[in-house]
């Protein structure tokens, strides 16, 4: 399994990645609602506000990831993880927990302190994403799910709270996706 930088060429592979694997998973209004996400994150985000990750296999693109930056009112280098995908066929196999540890490593590398991202506490608990409450860093729109907003300290340092509401890059500022 190789691990990369997503390259321009990726575009319309990964686009169809997740419309794919969010339409199998869960329904495809999701489907269209996740690639389309996929999508405009890659077209209309600055590449430097944009962070996408490939896990490859026989050349073939079988999971993704992004990170784009997360603003508070207080100074913080404190980005989102979002949207998270593997094919079906590679799913429980820990390609996406590889996946999300090696686009955490490279943002810590660049200097990232804070992980943030809105999913399923059960799989991110296993790369060390704990509950955030609302009071200590308030999440961009009203959550469906609030118990779903994660955050991860890349430095090990404890999460202090973070005034004002999150913004985050156009590409999220859709209610439907929170």
């Known amino acids: 399994m190789k691990l990369s930088l997503c390259s321009e060429s990726d575009k319309p592979e990964i686009q169809q990645l997740f419309t794919e694997t969010f339409s199998e998973s869960d329904s495809s209004a999701e489907g269209a609602l996740v690639g389309q996400l996929a999508q405009q994150l890659m077209d209309e985000t600055d590449a430097e506000n944009a962070f996408g990750f490939v896990a490859s296999e026989n050349q073939e693109i079988v999971g993704c990831i992004f990170f784009t930056p997360l603003k508070f009112d207080a100074p913080s280098k404190a980005v989102l993880l979002s ?18 540890r090696f686009g955490m490593e490279q943002m810590g590398k660049s200097g990232v302190e804070l992980v943030f991202t809105y999913g399923d506490p059960n799989y991110y608990s296993k790369v060390g994403f704990k509950t955030v409450s609302q009071q200590v860093a308030k999440a961009p729109f ?19 709270p973070l005034p004002g509401v999150a913004r985050c890059v156009d590409a999220f500022n859709d209610p439907a996706l929170w």
């Open 83 to 100: 949207p998270v995908a593997v094919r079906t066929e590679y799913q429980g196999q820990g390609v996406g927990q590889r996946l999300i």
């Open 142 to 160: 009203e959550l469906s799910h609030p118990e779903g907003w994660l955050v991860l300290s890349l430095t090990g340092a404890a999460i202090k």
